[in-house]
């Protein structure tokens, strides 16, 4: 039995076990020991590959099994991880762990809110094992049942509103994602004659450049979407602002990264000519993204919407790496995702718990909460350092390698976007250092929040197991960064043939 | 005619002869007895539904006029099969005190209709296409105002048999062209001298519009809402699944077979009705509140996604609809069977009624909601591969026109999630003071919506199903 299968499985086995519960604490137990399990399998699986790089296996993709779904459309359940996969698995399973835990105490309907919240989790570990474009899609697409009901049920402030719009952006982001993969499909007839959804198969073929350039958009678009591309980004900051906490975690940190995975494992992979022909216009639009983001969240005083709009700008700082089409600049795009995924879980971890103490996200109404919850403001100073790329946390490794790889280009045109998206970097502290001196330093304003009390152990727990692969990754970024160099390698060698 | 000649018209002459027996037992049996025959008639068409999965024996009848194959057969049992649930469904509505005077004149109608649908499908020339056609929307009709002394249910039925009167002069008018230039009815002769010319076309035109009123196609969906909203629940759903199945399975066959000639002209055609059904269904769909005619706009719009798997003109397209056919039954009825026992216990249909209903009904808002989602086309749920391979099927044309076409498709996919949602919403986000109490539905409708939620689990998932539909299907 393949291990990757598990990762469904469990999920889908946790989800049966809390249905047999009743109340709040089965439920949060069941839910913690299936995720706790699941990190376990993800850590387990994340050294396995480490260690099959290291012992010389040089197979591009690891623990591959196809089954035959259905033969007449050639539909394959076929699974299998690269070096890329797996860092993205052991990510979900960390968030999704962290998740439970920042859930600890829901209110209302909670057997319901970790069905769901798993239920969402499913979805993201089976795309990330799926090899196979019609599996890949139907788990993609699992997440729009939970998404809305997880959004609209247990959301706060306008919720039932951002909960339709990011379900219906997103769908309408997978129905020209579609398009794109109807369009691989059946412009895959190899010497057989046999159309094919398989994503290696699809790799090796030689698609004609002009079906490249008509597909590449429907591809990268409906990813992108997901990826806060400008300018489909608007659901974003709406969703994560009204998301229950576990859910903007899960949202921010990983499902956001299924759109920067797709871009590239899809759109660029395997359409790698019109990839490079069609970049220019992309480039423009992320660093729109990257710059705009970074911008928005400047004026915003609630802090939810100052994560979402910084997310909008990391996000596309990812896309925009990818962009680059180098081997540095691509390694930093997924080192980015990884770590941002892991610093804006933990921001809004943060966030959840402040407003569950304070019943404000508003800036200014609070201040020097330092002095009365100083764990988490604490961990709210780090992920802020983090966030705007301090040496020896994940942030600066990620965009530093972005940036190196993306000023690699000799032309005027690249170097250009590259300089206007470093500025971001400055606007995040800005903005960074103005949230944690506005409410976390000074004086206590209003005497109601001098009761507060500290972070729980459950809280302690999430907080610290997002804190940690930060740190981890920011003091020894090479295992990752070697780990995700395998992934890279066809790709890169793809664009190192085209590009002169 | 040989034993053999009598398996031949199985499906048939089992409903002919329940329906006789359900003749008998309407001028026999006592009062006492009489109670007892739902469970009668629920347990003999369970058998005649068992009875159509025994292997098939193929071949033709009336020199060429009836023919059964693997094919027919197995569109046969899918229509028995939905027929059935419907049946569940409807019983606690028979057992009411105002119907129970009338239980087996729905019965012995639904079968009439039922076996109208079958001939319609086996037909080998036009003559028998046309009676079983007329067979299958008449009774109907009288189901459609069963209720006769609720104005909107008479209403209901005057529209129905006005309307189809109406499709049929010129789905006929049409058939006679096509038999003034082919000379001939039979569909293998008109398959053989159809060549395309004026005379032909405009017959092939009127033969589409026919269609179009039954299968409820824009322009031609007019009377779909108001007949829907007036009849009673369980024959909205017999409406909107079985007649829509039917007529849709004879339409590709006939587009596939006989008319495969000028393809290029009617897949323009379907090309334009099916966008303009998707969207207009769809926006029509948005502004609805009762449940009942909501799902009427939303049925017209799931037809225009059918065409798209008849545009595909491939074996791949005719499985599509077939396959997309039996997901929908499971589907919709599902929907349906929840908006049944909900109007029967308490009478309300409107969208808001429904507010607040996760926590009083869970297992009922559940079963609506992965319903409403499978409509969608959300993975888990089987809609989600009923969409999938018709949309598969329309873009394996491999041309912009069809991505196009596709694009259309999916957005409006995307469109209907929304009034879905609205549902969805109202059940489990929304709050009321007056919620719909917790009540306990009677054992039949549990047992049809089981069906369906199983149905609508199993289907997707299970490829079998889908192999087997493709090895009968057919290309152009």
Redesign the interface.
């Known amino acids: 039995m393949n291990i990757l299968n598990l990762f469904v499985i469990i999920p889908l086995l946790t989800i049966f076990g809390i249905l047999f519960t009743k109340g709040l604490k089965g439920a949060r137990v069941v839910s913690a020991i299936g995720m706790g399990i699941q990190l376990i399998l993800a850590i387990v699986l994340a050294v396995w590959v480490h260690h099959l790089r290291k012992s010389g296996v040089t197979d591009e993709i690891l623990f591959m099994t196809d089954y035959v779904?259905?033969?007449?459309?050639n539909?394959h359940y076929l699974i299998g991880v690269d070096g890329i996969s797996s860092s993205m698995i052991l990510l979900t399973a960390i968030v999704v762990f962290a998740g439970i835990f920042a859930s600890w105490e829901m209110e209302d309907l909670q057997r319901e809110f970790f069905i769901s919240l798993i239920l969402l989790a499913t979805g993201v570990f089976g795309f990330f094992i799926s090899l196979d474009l019609?599996t890949l899609?139907?788990?993609y697409?699992?997440a729009?049942?939970p998404m809305?009901?997880l959004i609209?049920?247990w959301g706060t402030g306008p919720?039932?509103y951002s909960a339709?719009k990011l379900?219906?952006m997103l769908?309408?982001g997978?129905?020209?994602l579609?398009?794109g993969v109807?369009?691989l499909?059946?412009?895959s007839a190899g010497p057989d004659g046999q159309l094919t959804f398989s994503i290696p198969a699809l790799a090796r073929l030689d698609i004609p450049k002009n079906i490249q350039m008509?597909f590449f958009p429907f591809l990268f678009v409906g990813f992108g979407v997901l990826g806060a591309l400008f300018p489909f980004h608007t659901w974003s900051p709406d969703g994560h602002a009204s998301a229950p906490t576990a859910v903007s975690m899960l949202h921010a940190g990983v499902l956001m990264k299924l759109g920067g995975y797709g871009c590239f494992k899809i759109a660029m992979y395997l359409l790698p000519e019109a990839a490079n022909e069609m970049a220019w216009i992309f480039i423009i639009l992320t660093t729109i993204s990257v710059v705009y983001g970074a911008f928005g969240a400047i004026w915003q005083k609630d802090l939810k919407y100052i994560n979402a709009y910084s997310s909008v700008s990391h996000c596309g700082l990812v896309l925009f790496a990818l962009l680059m089409m180098n081997r540095t600049a691509m390694n930093g795009a997924i080192l980015q995702m990884i770590s941002h995924g892991l610093m804006t879980a933990l921001f809004f971890a943060l966030i959840g718990m402040i407003y569950g103490r304070t019943h404000t996200r508003y800036i200014n109404q609070m201040s020097g909460l330092m002095k009365v919850i100083p764990f988490i403001a604490v961990v709210y100073v780090i992920a802020g350092l983090a966030s705007l790329g301090l040496p020896g946390l994940s942030g600066f490794v990620a965009e530093m390698t972005i940036f190196v790889g993306a000023f690699q280009h000799p032309d005027v045109f690249h170097r250009v976007a590259t300089i206007l998206a470093t500025t971001a970097i400055v606007v995040t502290a800005v903005y960074i250092l103005r949230v944690v001196g506005q409410f976390l330093l000074g004086q206590i304003k209003d005497p109601h929040h001098e009761e507060l009390t500290d972070a729980k152990w459950w809280e302690k727990l999430s907080l610290v197991s997002l804190l940690l692969p930060i740190a981890g990754i920011g003091m020894l970024p090479l295992w990752l960064s070697n780990t995700i160099f395998d992934g890279l390698k066809p790709i890169v060698e793809q664009f190192t043939m085209l590009l002169p | 005619m040989n034993l053999n000649d009598f398996l031949l018209m199985r499906h048939e002459l089992l409903l002919t002869a329940l329906i006789i027996a359900a003749l008998f037992y309407e001028i026999f049996a006592s009062n006492k007895a009489r109670k007892n025959a739902v469970i009668f008639n629920i347990v003999l068409f369970a058998l005649i539904t068992l009875a159509g999965f025994l292997p098939v024996s193929t071949g033709e009848l009336f020199g060429g006029s009836f023919h059964n194959s693997q094919l027919t057969a197995l569109l046969k049992n899918i229509l028995n099969i939905g027929t059935l649930i419907i049946l569940f469904q409807s019983a606690a509505w028979l057992k009411k005190p105002e119907n129970e005077t009338k239980i087996l004149e729905y019965f012995i109608l639904i079968y009439s209709s039922l076996i109208g649908m079958q001939f319609m499908i086996s037909s080998g020339d036009f003559l028998i296409f046309y009676i079983g056609l007329e067979l299958a929307t008449i009774p109907v009709a009288a189901l459609s105002a069963f209720e006769k002394f609720k104005k909107k249910s008479a209403e209901a039925g005057i529209k129905l048999i006005l309307n189809s009167a109406l499709s049929s002069g010129i789905l006929l008018y049409g058939l006679s062209m096509i038999f003034g230039s082919t000379g001939s009815v039979y569909f293998t002769d008109v398959a053989a001298a159809f060549n395309g010319n004026s005379v032909q076309i405009i017959g092939l035109i009127f033969f589409i519009v026919g269609m179009g009123f039954k299968m409820s196609l824009v322009p031609f969906h007019l009377w779909t809402a108001d007949v829907y909203e007036g009849s009673p629940v369980s024959i909205t759903s017999f409406l909107s699944v079985i007649s829509k199945g039917a007529a849709s399975f004879i339409f590709i066959i006939i587009l596939y077979t006989v008319m495969k000639t000028s393809s290029a002209l009617w897949k323009d055609l379907l090309y334009v009705l099916s966008i303009l059904t998707m969207t207009i269904g769809n926006l029509f769909a948005l502004r609805q509140n009762n449940l009942k005619r909501f799902l009427a706009f939303s049925s017209i719009a799931q037809a225009g996604f059918i065409l798209l798997g008849i545009l595909g003109g491939n074996q791949m397209g005719m499985t599509a609809v077939f396959y997309f056919a039996l997901i929908y039954i499971f589907t919709n009825l599902g929907a349906f069977g929840v908006v049944a026992v909900i109007s029967n216990t308490t009478g309300k249909e409107e969208i808001t009624d429904y507010n607040g209903l996760y926590r009083t009904n869970p297992l009922l808002s559940l079963t609506m909601m992965l319903a409403l989602f499978s409509l969608a086309g959300i993975p888990p749920v089987a809609g989600f591969f009923g969409k999938f391979f018709l949309f598969t099927a329309a873009a394996s044309n491999d041309s912009v026109k069809y991505y196009i076409l596709v694009l259309i498709a999916v957005l409006n996919a995307t469109i209907s999630l929304y009034y879905y949602l609205r549902v969805v919403k109202a059940m489990f986000i929304d709050k009321s003071d007056h919620p719909i109490e917790k009540f306990k539905s009677d054992i039949y409708s549990k047992i049809g919506i089981v069906l369906c939620v199983a149905g609508i689990f199993i289907i997707g998932f299970a490829s079998l199903i889908y192999e087997y539909i493709y090895q009968f299907s057919i290309g152009l």
């Open positions: 779904w259905f033969p007449s459309l539909i019609f899609f139907l788990f697409e699992l729009v049942i809305y009901l609209g049920i919720k039932e339709m379900t219906l769908m309408a997978s129905a020209i579609l398009v109807f369009g499909y059946f412009n008509f």
